[in-house]
Structure formats: C-alpha cells, structure tokens
C-alpha cells in the first residue's frame, strides 16, 4: 500500500518538476534523508520504473535511488510527508455514537 502512495508521488513530482525529500533504506540498513530535484524513472538497472535518476542535493551529483528503498516522501513546498498525510487520512475524525 505505501508502496503505491510513493510510486503516485514521485510521478506527480516528475511531471511537475517538483523538489522533494525523500527518506530510503539503503542496502546496508541505514536510513537516510536527501533533498532530489530533477527526477525522471531510471532504467540503468533495468525493471520498470524501479528506479529514479535525480539530483541528489546532499551529494551535489546525479543519483539513482531503488523506489522500493523509498520509504517516505516529503514535498518541501508543503512541508508534509506521506506518512503524515496517511496518518490524517487514516485518524478517527467523528462520533461513532
């Protein structure tokens, strides 16, 4: 499920061009947080959309990041993150009585 919402958020941020900051697991097991512009689906490793190539403003150079590794995306414009907008979505918001 989260899986899809990532994949739905980095379209919309290739389309528009978006800057986003994006949480990942890397292969070894830690996590980091960068800040990527210039996204587009990579196919260096082949797979299909498995990959992005971006500008990975951390490291000042181009970058291609697994999406699965991807575990959450923040849009810097609307300083949300996916995960914060699945909490809203999923929290008790009425009077069941």
């Known amino acids: 499920m989260m899986n899809n919402i990532i ?3 980095l ?3 290739i389309t528009n061009g ?3 900051t994006i949480k990942y697991i890397k292969p070894n097991g830690e996590s980091s ?3 990527i512009s210039e996204i587009c689906y990579s196919y260096e490793f082949g797979g299909d959309n498995e990959y992005i190539e ?3 403003h951390t490291r000042n150079e181009r970058r ?3 999406i699965s590794r991807i ?3 923040e849009d810097i414009n609307k300083k949300e993150s ?3 907008v699945k909490k809203k979505k999923t929290a008790y918001t009425g009077n069941m009585l």
């Open 7 to 9: 994949q739905e958020y």
């Open 11 to 13: 379209h919309k941020a």
């Open 18 to 20: 978006d800057t986003i």
């Open 33 to 35: 947080i960068r800040q």
């Open 54 to 56: 971006v500008f990975c």
């Open 64 to 66: 291609t990041f697994k």
């Open 71 to 73: 575990i959450d995306i």
């Open 82 to 84: 996916i995960s914060q």
